[in-house]
């Protein structure tokens, strides 16, 4: 499959400056396999999920900050690595306060 370029922003709040990255997508990469390709990250695994637990070294602060994502400008509604990329033009990471309800 071809590959192009999608923009990657993350946006590391007050920790880090912005930065904007394009990076190499291939149709049928997940949000994850993408940041991966970006970013160095680590990642969490609660039962069957796995939740990016720190990005270039900012970390996730359980039930205060952590790392939340966005494809086009639409806020996601699955975790990174079941959301299965298409026709993506830009996903941006936010480093925000968790809204968790705990």
């Known amino acids: 499959m071809a590959e192009k370029m999608v923009s990657m922003t993350i946006d590391y709040a007050d920790k880090k400056p912005l930065e904007i990255i394009d990076v190499e997508f291939t149709q049928g990469m997940t949000a994850l396999e993408l940041l991966q390709r970006a970013a160095k990250i680590s990642t969490k695994t609660v039962g069957k999920y796995i939740f990016v637990s720190s990005i270039n070294g900012v970390k996730s602060h359980s039930k205060n900050m952590g790392w ?12 990174a690595s079941d959301n299965v ?11 925000k306060t968790a809204n968790c309800g705990t």
């Open 68 to 79: 939340f994502y966005s494809v086009d400008g639409v806020d996601a509604n699955k975790i």
């Open 85 to 95: 990329l298409k026709d993506v033009k830009e996903v941006r990471w936010t480093f």
